[in-house]
T-cell receptor, first 116, second 111 residues
Framework: EPEVTQTPSHQVTQMGQEVILRCVPI?????FYWYRQILGQKVEFLVS????????KSEIFDDQFSVERPDGSNFTLKIRSTKLEDSAMYFC??????????????FGNGTRLTVT | QKEVEQNSGPLSVPEGAIASLNCTYS??????FFWYRQYSGKSPELIMS????GDKEDGRFTAQLNKASQYVSLLIRDSQPSDSATYLC???????????FGTGTSLTVIP
């Protein structure tokens, strides 16, 4: 069964550094998302992406964050100047028809980001 | 107002019993709902989706949707210790550009 692939599985970085989290969505999916989950807390929406542009972003997704689809397969989340509070599990997800009735989100295994 | 709300639990049931997980939603225009299971430290995994009023069964799982009451539930029959996880209810937001997740209900199945 096709799956969403995320790398790395764990990233440790120092405060103020830049990190890039990588995702390969399911190949025939058209809608891409980043969510994050701080330890013990809920899954929070960061950004959705369709047709090479951002569809929606949350208040969390400020100028520190950016997304890119550099080629036909990868979808990246860049966090500039990381802060301690950016430590979380970051999930990439994709769907075929956005939020259509038969179009659930499929999640990758996540990248655990630890900012020290 | 939260778009999807769940009782965070924890909910404990003995092995073999029925576990009942509940979710309410605020947007009457919501058309589809999804239940995800999340083991500790892992990503959410889709269990079931439901779009129409009534029940939808898949193996030991039954999703129930009541649009008049804005209520979605998940029943797990013959609960197993491997069902111990956090269950997330999700629905598209009114913008149609993302899914909103509830806070999740922690379920423990006691052998």
């Amino acid at each position: 069964e096709p799956e969403v692939t995320q790398t790395p599985s764990h990233q440790v970085t120092q405060m103020g550094q830049e990190v890039i989290l990588r995702c390969v969505p399911i190949s025939n999916h058209l809608y891409f998302y980043w969510y994050r989950q701080i330890l013990g807390q809920k899954v929070e929406f960061l950004v959705s992406f369709y047709n090479n542009e951002i569809s929606e972003k949350s208040e969390i997704f400020d100028d520190q964050f950016s997304v890119e689809r550099p080629d036909g397969s990868n979808f990246t989340l860049k966090i500039r100047s990381t802060k301690l509070e950016d430590s979380a599990m970051y999930f990439c997800a994709s769907s075929y028809q956005g939020t259509g009735a038969n179009s659930p989100l499929h999640f990758g295994n996540g990248t655990r980001l630890t900012v020290t | 107002q939260k778009e999807v709300e769940q009782n965070s639990g924890p909910l404990s049931v003995p092995e073999g019993a029925i576990a009942s997980l509940n979710c309410t939603y605020s947007d009457r225009g919501s058309q589809s709902f999804f239940w995800y299971r999340q083991y500790s430290g892992k990503s959410p995994e889709l269990i079931m989706s439901i779009y129409s009023n009534g029940d939808k069964e898949d193996g030991r799982f039954t999703a129930q949707l009541n649009k008049a009451s804005q209520y979605v539930s998940l029943l797990i029959r013959d609960s197993q210790p491997s069902d111990s996880a956090t269950y997330l209810c999700a629905a598209p937001t009114n913008t149609g550009n993302q899914f909103y997740f509830g806070t999740g209900t922690s379920l423990t199945v006691i052998p």
